[in-house]
């Protein structure tokens, strides 16, 4: 391999010389001329940068070089509903008009802000990005070191420094899916796609740097890589630009070793492509470096899901077996868009599962983790077929002679390719649904009994028939007529509500979740399944089940949610209405509810106070943001752990808004039947007359139950401990409330004070009188430390009581309602 020392120590020099000219807040060459520390993204002081979509930014600093513009500020879509702070790079045109913009690097991809939120720089914390709402969404978490200001330098790199113009945070530390010339990277950093074009989410494809070099992969269960090691095996050069990896101090360091004020950058597409592209009178691609290390048909996407490439061309594999056929393409028209199982497969029917052969056909990732080693084609063939998650087998000989092999086992499935004349012999299968054996067959009659009942058969037969018919058309024409009153109904209501999400049709949502064949759990209105749309993107599909209540629970949930968006309310991303079915379509939660963290054993310990902290704090700016930023007040009616999401990072999202009421902004209090989960259900809802703060009193109950690590009613307890609230009472009178923190967490025993302020601040929600419990705006204020709690509490907490009749007499008994056990819930997977 041939290092570049030479031009990598240029490349090391132009940075640090470039970040040691700095300078205030306020750059020579601005856009706007603000000597403030606080900018809005204020849509009057925007323009549009791209008259495609209709995007424009409001920017804050820029820097111009010979060849590039570069700027930092505020990109938001069209109408203003989802921006960006980040950094732009555009070709230089001399009279500081930005055009043709492209990002380079965003600090919130994955939770836009709107319009009119506020970027400040604080002297005593670095940058914080804060929304409309008063939610803070992103900081550079510099907190407690003193900043002197921050500025753009000539490549594009936005920096933080103090009064000696040393470096506090760098924006190139934390890349997006864009290198620009110079920049470097090193290894524990990444680069991750987009999901399109327009949409700056985190995609599915990962640009991963490690000491042993750079890998790409996509985003499934496993991992699975496409390109590995690259830049150790296969360096490359080309005329204007040089990639390669070397050791440097004893550390890995990747740069595109380019001219350096050249109008270039480097990105990781939405398909898996690493390109470089060049300013010459438009963005056109200069290079797609993955190319020197795989072709076409190595992208595992490039055909879609279930589908073969080879000599340029995509098409479904030959899988017709006694004239049946398992595979049909998507859309005839665009192969590319890959092909779906005729008959998706299900779990419920996995006595009928079988695999397809595919001779000379392989899984496209190269480098494919093998589970099972040395082991031979039929034991493989059963791991899958025994195995609901797998869709796919492939299994890898040892040898040309040799039976035995490697066997990867696929929950995933994405592009195949042609493998003829491969070294390496492979045999892969696909896992189908035989849907000719799951037609039950008529029972059998004798032909001599057959012929001697033939004349009473055909006699009642005909006669009951004309009877039941008559029956049976009644009741359709009395079914038909109520529920088109239903649908008509349910349809002018949808229509009504303002900035709907996607409708999806109820065969769609069928091949998305495979058929509805993973089950990530089930509640009181229905079942959950994983499902993954056409782009990859993951879901979670709520399929209620029932009448009347389905229909309140559907139509109460769409109308609290289809129209707002929260980076702490999990988005409701689309919904079908179609005919008997109604279905609930939302992001994917990766790590599940609440209640699997802290209610059971093993996943205690991964959550520490500061991850407990922030939970708490996420779940109030979400109510907090129900209550009072809607166009209508939400009341959720049902907070508990089962009803807090957490994503990928463990960052809570507030779920389930089947039982929500809607209020409008002038009613202070509303009459209601009860509704929630025993255990969370404030005092007042024996009165029927609530407000928001039955929410508070729910959130007190949740911050308790963190805290402790224990559910409100925990039957394992001695008796005098099992209620939690109870327990929590005495602890407060006998100022013994540092022996309730969670005894299995270590890292919480070492924040025991800590946690018993947050316990406080539970109290403060817990407090019978509703009047006295705060705002969940206030709440937040008191996380962010705006204000002070109350500390003038009430700790003789009450409950609501309702009357029971005892089974088999004629007597009533109170029972606690307040504390009883919660209802049960499975919904504790990702989702």
Request: proline share 4%.
């Amino acid at each position: 391999m041939v290092v570049n020392y030479s031009v990598t120590l240029i490349m090391l020099s132009l940075l640090i010389l470039s970040s040691q000219h700095l300078i205030s807040c306020q750059p020579p060459e601005a856009f706007i001329t603000n000597s403030s520390t606080s900018w809005i993204n204020s849509r009057a002081h925007s323009y549009v940068v791209n008259s495609t979509d209709g995007a424009t930014l409001t920017p804050i600093l820029s820097r111009e070089g010979n060849e590039t513009l570069l700027v930092c500020g505020f990109l938001c879509d069209y109408n203003g509903t989802a921006c960006v702070f980040g950094v732009l790079i555009s070709p230089n045109t001399f009279d500081s008009y930005l055009s043709f913009p492209r990002l380079v690097w965003s600090a919130n991809r994955n939770n836009p802000v709107r319009a009119n939120a506020t970027l400040q720089l604080r002297q005593d914390g670095g940058l914080f990005l804060i929304d409309l709402d008063g939610t803070l969404i992103w900081s550079t978490s510099t907190s407690g070191k003193v900043v002197a200001g921050f500025n753009l330098t000539v490549m594009g790199n936005l920096v933080l420094f103090d009064k000696s113009n040393d470096i506090i945070w760098q924006s190139f530390d934390h890349p997006t899916d864009t290198l620009v010339p110079g920049q470097l990277m090193v290894p524990g950093q990444k680069l991750i796609s987009r999901i399109s074009a327009t949409d700056w989410n985190e995609g599915m494809f990962t640009l991963d740097f490690k000491s042993s070099g750079l890998s790409a992969y996509i985003e499934s269960n496993p991992h699975q890589l496409y390109v590995s090691r690259l830049g150790v095996e296969k360096p490359f050069q080309f005329p204007g630009l040089s990639f390669s990896l070397k050791d440097y101090d004893s550390r890995g360091m990747l740069t595109i070793s380019i001219a350096f004020l050249n109008a270039r950058f480097m990105r990781l597409g939405v398909d898996g492509h690493l390109r470089v592209y060049h300013w010459r009178g438009s963005w056109s691609e200069e290079a797609d470096l993955f190319t020197y290390y795989i072709d076409e048909c190595g992208y595992p996407t490039v055909c879609g899901t279930y589908s073969v490439c080879g000599n340029g061309q995509c098409s479904c594999p030959q899988t017709a077996v006694d004239q049946t056929n398992f595979l049909q393409q998507i859309n005839y028209r665009h192969p590319n868009q890959g092909c779906v199982l005729v008959t998706p497969i299900t779990c419920e029917h996995s006595q009928y599962h079988i695999l397809i052969e595919l001779k000379d056909i392989a899984y496209i990732p190269l480098y494919l983790q093998y589970g099972t080693n040395k082991t031979d084609l039929e034991n493989c063939k059963r791991s899958c077929l025994s195995n609901c998650s797998c869709k796919a087998a492939q299994f890898q000989f040892s040898g040309p002679n040799n039976t035995m092999g490697d066997c990867a086992l696929l929950n995933d499935v994405f592009s195949f390719t042609n493998n003829d004349g491969a070294s390496d012999k492979t045999t892969l299968f696909i896992k189908v649904q035989n849907s000719s054996n799951l037609q039950a067959s008529p029972p059998l009659i004798s032909t001599e009994k057959k012929s001697k009942r033939v004349p009473t058969i055909v006699g009642s037969t005909i006669g009951a028939s004309f009877g039941l018919l008559f029956i049976v058309l009644t009741g359709f024409a009395y079914i038909f007529r109520g529920r088109k009153g239903l649908d008509e109904g349910e349809e002018e209501f949808l229509d009504q509500i303002p900035g709907m999400p996607t409708r999806f049709s109820y065969e769609e949502l069928t091949v998305m979740t495979e058929n509805f064949s993973e089950k990530l759990g089930e509640g009181g209105f229905g079942s959950v399944f994983e499902g993954t749309m056409s782009d990859g993107t993951k879901i979670a599909v709520k399929h209620l089940q029932g009448v009347g209540n389905v229909k309140k629970s559907f139509l109460a949930e769409v109308a609290a949610i289809g129209s707002i968006q929260h980076v702490n309310l999990v988005k409701l991303v689309g919904f079908c209405a179609e005919k008997s079915h109604r279905l609930l379509v939302y992001e994917y939660m990766a790590n599940g509810s609440l209640d699997r963290w802290i209610f059971h054993g093993t996943w205690e310990n991964s959550l520490t106070w500061d991850v407990r902290k922030k939970i708490i704090s996420d779940v109030a700016k979400g109510l907090a943001y129900l209550h009072e930023d809607c166009n209508n007040k939400i009341i959720h009616l049902d907070i508990k752990p089962q009803n807090i999401l957490l994503d990928h990072d463990l960052n809570a999202k507030v779920s389930d808004f089947g039982l929500s009421k809607l209020v409008g902004k002038d009613e202070s209090k509303i009459v209601t039947a009860m509704r929630g989960t025993p255990g969370y259900l404030a005092p007042e809802w024996l009165n029927e007359v609530i407000t928001e703060k039955v929410d508070v009193y729910s959130f007190g109950v949740v911050i308790l139950e963190i805290i402790c690590g224990r559910k409100n009613l925990d039957r394992h307890q001695d008796e005098d401990d099992m209620h939690l609230l109870s327990l929590f009472m005495i602890k407060a009178v006998e100022t013994q409330l540092l022996e309730m923190v969670d005894k299995n967490s270590e890292d919480m025993q070492l924040h025991r004070k800590e946690a018993v302020e947050m316990m406080k601040i539970a109290a403060w929600c817990l407090q019978s009188d509703y009047i006295k419990r705060p705002s969940m705006s206030l709440v937040v204020k008191v996380f962010q430390g705006l204000v002070t709690a109350e500390t003038d509490l009430d700790y003789s907490f009450t409950f609501p009581t309702m009357t029971r009749r005892v089974p088999g007499t004629n007597q009533e008994r109170e029972s606690v309602v307040g504390i009883s056990l919660p209802l049960p819930s499975l919904l504790s997977g990702p989702r």
